[in-house]
């Protein structure tokens, strides 16, 4: 489901209200980026399962107390979802690892492909493992759960340019480690990156 | 994701097209959810938002003196009992057997209608709530592919909010809602019950669909009862006495002659009224007001 700005907030109003179809409305609008951004970060399925819910659930507590100020909703749903996978991290004995069991390849794939497929997605999963923490969470930010740099800079407490400059330098590590030729048209110079 | 790249200024450091494919095709493939998971989520999530819209109700809040002041003898009585059985049943293996399908399950439904309040709106709230666990334990043994227990759990439901269909006023209007819920719910099982749970799955869809229609028509019947009331009070107030009418009954009769007697205040004001009236009781019924004020 894709709704623009100013539909969220128009839900987000009406959800405060307690408006519990508004906020289905916003579960559908967002449920697939922070499953997608959890699922990242905590690899196991179960987990990503629970705790997406956990996510929706503490949303749904907090948001009598969320206040706009400028701050997109989607940067602070995804504050809500990054301290429930800290937390989470936190209390589970085991370390949580970019190791992923779940696969959805497309359907019509034949072996061949599906085996050229896990080969690429295991190289991705390798690259991404390279990267710094914070390299890394904000690819996550950025490609998998789609935030612009600024919700992703509101989730991660950094500035927006310093964002940039991570995902800048984890774009660079990704090409590297994957092989991508790197045509200097494609990564122009980008401005305010110091970290 | 990629749209979002596009519109980014020139300062936006691009991934280039490749390592975008790449990158989207790994979110896809790996951090994607699946349908199911999907359609769960939301429906503990949504159950979530109508639990807390439901309890921010007022009536939802009403208070209760005393951990079982609302409940009566007899209902004490029989909770008792139902307790006792229950702790037996829990200190056997008997206490599988009446879980949703099991040969004990009518049993334990039947002694849980036992202890149902007899006062309407608190019979209404114990139903609705008991509505609520045969649901549960319909979408549990859905979930297990027990299509034994899901016939039957849903089967339960149906009788149970058949009765809710009767309730009016404000436990109308807290029905109506939960049943709301209680149909989005059905909906979000309906793709993955067993084949064999199918037709009572829109058996109970079509039934509460039903509950749904009728409380709407009630809860809209007394809104506009009690406009119709005023509004024929009013409109008589020579033939009526004046007074408005907030009975809500919209068949009223206008120009009903018991309604001025039913009201007090005329036959005491004249009185303590020091001035004799030559009119004698009759104005002094209809013009109080301008009497009292006349010294």
Known sequence: ?195 | MNEDLDDMAAAEPLAGEELERMLARYARVRLDSSQAQARRARAVVMEEAWRRRIAATPAARRPRHGLFGGWSARRLGVSLAAATLAGLLLGTSAFAASRAGGPLYEARLSLEELTLPAEPAARIDAQLTAAQARLAEAVDASGRHDDVATVAALDAYDRVIDEVMSASGPAAERALVAVQVHHDVLLQVAGSVPAAAANGIERALANSERVIERLSSTVADSGNGNGNGNGNGNGQPGAGGGKPVVTGDPTAKPGKPAEPRATPKPDKTPKPHPTPSPRGKDDGNRQPAPSRAAP
């Open chain 1, 1 to 195: 489901m894709t709704i623009d700005d100013e539909a969220i907030e128009r839900f987000v109003g009406a959800a405060r209200q307690g408006d519990p179809d508004a906020f289905g409305a916003l579960f559908d609008h967002f449920y697939g980026p922070v499953h997608r951004y959890i699922a990242a970060r905590v690899g196991r399925p179960s987990d990503t399962e629970d705790l997406t819910q956990l996510v929706f659930v503490k949303a749904l507590e907090a948001l009598p107390r969320y206040e706009s100020r400028g701050i997109p909703f989607g940067g602070w749903l995804f504050r809500l979802a990054r301290n429930v996978v800290i937390d989470h991290v936190r209390t589970r004995r085991e370390h949580a690892t970019l190791e992923v069991v779940a696969e959805r390849p497309d359907g019509e794939d034949g072996p061949d492909d599906l085996a050229q497929l896990r080969q690429e997605m295991d190289s991705v999963a390798r690259a991404l493992r390279r990267l710094t923490p914070e390299q890394r969470e904000a690819i996550e930010l950025r490609f998998f759960a789609g935030l612009s740099a600024k919700e992703a800079a509101e989730v991660m407490g950094r500035q927006e340019g310093t964002i940039r400059g991570l995902q800048f330098r984890a774009i660079g590590a990704l090409r590297r480690e994957l092989g991508i030729n790197d045509p200097a048209s494609e990564l122009p110079r980008v401005s305010g990156t110091t970290r």
